[in-house]
């Protein structure tokens, strides 16, 4: 028989590394976002699609830890660790919040 413990403790590296990638994927998809925006902007000073990237680069750095959190979520609860699910909640309506509150 498999131990509880220990089939939890595998679920957990799972989501670490699965957290991971997702952090990885919104880093590389910003940075070539901003990278090719900026690029443009250097080639033709005034351009929409240059500044479409550049602003479509700085989105995806800032949705990235948003995501970070709800793939968090979604993992705490199929694990059914619910102060974590909780704590993750909590996390994610401060997140929201501020996004609502800056202006």
Known sequence: MSDPVFETEEAIDRLEVQVGRLLEAG???SAVALAAGLLMWV???DS???SGLLSAGLIALMLTPLARV???LIAW???RDWFFVWTTVM???VLLAA???KS
């Open 27 to 29: 880093v590389v998809v």
């Open 70 to 72: 709800v793939a968090s």
């Open 91 to 93: 996390v994610c309506v």
């Open 99 to 101: 996004w609502l509150l």
């Open 77 to 79: 609860v199929r694990l």
């Open 48 to 50: 929409r699609i240059a």
């Open 43 to 45: 080639m033709m000073r």
